[in-house]
């Protein structure tokens, strides 16, 4: 996710609060219902965020999602990815929000994690599930543990962090039966197939195997596809060209190296096959707004 994107959207909705900086390998952030007072007008308006979005909500309001309105009443949960298109409107004065916002490569971390295989995640709708009162106590819990140790020093946050977002998860696709329905195909669309290409060219990424290639040719290849197809596809799909998705994974994986590795930003570039150093901190400050040693030491 581009910074310029976060920054639009705490531009545009967010109260009070700016984009949080810390040593996150992605995006993330706790917002309360009164953070996104900004501009009610923009909160109806049917259009994408750049984040998934898990709202532990209480209270009367109303999604809008293409033809779709998807009414909440009392306790739920609701569920965006960045794939949805949505708009919300409430009129209940007491209407509280505790949210969990985060960009993929956050929830993805340094594993290998397919996030189109989680069953919440399947879809471009907006996923909503009603809650009793025990499990609305629960769930709230879990969100006031995230909270505390999102403002905490501890030094390892940011994977306890995570751990605590997939437990919510796992809580919500607990409480449905019919989502663990959900199978993923063992011969998966070729959209699928392409993350899967792009995770295997991107393991153990290190000095002595850097990576191969970096271009939508490469990867067209690998998948017996044309460029033409797999750029098609996957802009449809996730509205990212095949070369923007490359270019994402190239970040996520600098920032891992920077953050967890002593490579130097020569290694690192070569590790990602930029065959000048000055490529790779060029192509780095576009993506990030940062070069690579600011990144490291902030």
């Not at 501009?39 to 999604?63: H, M, N, S, V």
């Not at 009129?91 to 340094?110: I, N, W």
């Not at 991107?202 to 044309?226: C, D, E, W």
Request: charge should be neutral.
């Amino acid at each position: 996710m581009a910074k310029n994107d976060i920054n639009i959207f705490y531009d545009r909705y967010v109260e009070g609060k700016d984009p949080h900086e810390n040593n996150f390998l992605g995006h993330f952030d706790f917002l309360l219902w009164q953070n996104l007072q900004k501009d009610p007008e923009a909160c109806e308006r049917l259009q994408r965020k750049p984040f998934y979005k898990i709202a532990l909500l209480k209270g009367e309001g109303t999604y809008y999602s293409n033809d779709m309105q998807v009414v909440v009443s009392g306790n739920a949960v609701v569920i965006t990815s960045p794939m949805t298109r949505s708009g919300f409107k409430t009129t209940d004065p007491d209407f509280a929000g505790k949210y969990c916002v985060c960009s993929e490569s956050f929830l993805r971390g340094t594993s290998r994690l397919s996030l189109f295989n989680w069953p919440v995640f399947k879809d471009r709708a907006v996923y909503t599930e009603s809650l009793t009162d025990i499990q609305y106590e629960e769930l709230a819990r879990i969100f006031d543990d995230i909270e505390h140790e999102y403002i905490s020093d501890y030094p390892f946050k940011e994977q306890l962090i995570q751990h605590k977002v997939f437990d919510v998860i796992h809580y919500i696709q607990k409480l449905n039966k019919s989502l663990l329905s959900f199978i993923p195909a063992q011969q998966d669309s070729l959209e699928e197939r392409f993350f899967k290409v792009l995770e295997n060219e991107f393991y153990m990424i290190s000095r002595g195997k850097p990576l191969v290639n970096k271009s939508p040719a490469y990867f067209a290849q690998l998948l017996h596809t044309s460029v033409d197809q797999l750029n098609k596809t996957m802009k449809a799909v996730t509205l990212k060209t095949t070369q923007a998705l490359i270019h994402d994974r190239l970040i996520e994986e600098a920032n891992v190296l920077l953050k967890h590795t002593d490579y130097s930003v020569k290694e690192i570039a070569w590790c990602l096959h930029f065959q000048e150093t000055s490529h790779f901190q060029n192509f780095y400050k576009k993506h990030t707004q940062l070069t690579p040693i600011a990144y490291r030491t902030r």
